[in-house]
């Protein structure tokens, strides 16, 4: 029978130290839990890295110090009205990071992938052709990177943004508006990822 009073201090100092090592259990095992790869959104957005080649005919990794700060991509032909709403508008903005367009092609039959890569090259300038990225290989990895939904349009445009550690600061998918645009400035980005200046759109 314990004959301890109620209010023992030799009592309360035992059940203090329990319940500190049970708090310092508890405080570790969740620390390894958000510090595992499984629960680590850091790791999954650093492992980024896609290809893409130029109109000018340059390879590109994206994310990457010679990619732009803003991908406005389109999958398919029929994206590339949007896609090119959308370059307009950002080319127009005073304070806009760098921009490229990315045209993902990868479904068309290898046959007209060079005649419209061709095509389109031939209606841009030199200049404004390291600024519109061709993608033909590995288009599932762009589609994960856009989020394609089910509910999304063949013909919608993806805008993406990256910051300077090369992880996604934003993403939008739908038409321009003023509202999406100040949302893509306005977003948490810091320091650009690429300082390349991006040539305005004039078709």
Same mark, same amino acid.
């Given at each position: ?14 059940? &203090? ?35 893409? &080649? ?48 990315v045209l993902v092609i ?24 390291? &600024? ?44 321009? &508006? ?26």
């Open positions: 029978m314990d004959r301890s009073p109620p209010d023992d201090p030799s009592v309360a100092r035992l059940a &203090t130290g329990a319940q500190c090592r049970r708090f310092a259990k508890a405080r570790l095992v969740a620390m390894i839990v958000l510090l595992s790869p499984v629960f680590s959104i850091a790791q999954e957005e650093v492992a980024i890295s896609l290809r893409a &080649t130029s109109l000018s005919g340059v390879e590109v990794t994206i994310p990457g110090p010679e990619s732009a700060a803003v991908l406005v991509v389109g999958f398919g032909r029929s994206a590339g009205p949007r896609v090119r709403l959308w370059r307009r508008h950002i080319d127009g903005l005073d304070t806009a990071p760098s921009v490229a367009s990868d479904d068309m039959p290898r046959i007209f992938r060079g005649s419209l890569t061709r095509r389109i090259r031939g209606e841009v300038s030199k200049e404004r052709q390291n &600024t519109i990225y061709v993608v033909t290989e590995d288009g599932d990895a762009w589609r994960d990177l856009a989020q394609i939904d089910e509910s999304d349009g063949a013909d919608e445009a993806h805008v993406i943004r990256f910051d300077g550690k090369g992880q996604i600061c934003f993403r939008h998918a739908g038409p321009v &508006t003023d509202t999406a645009a100040s949302d893509l400035l306005a977003a948490d980005c810091g320091q650009a990822l690429a300082s390349g200046h991006s040539e305005p759109l004039t078709d």
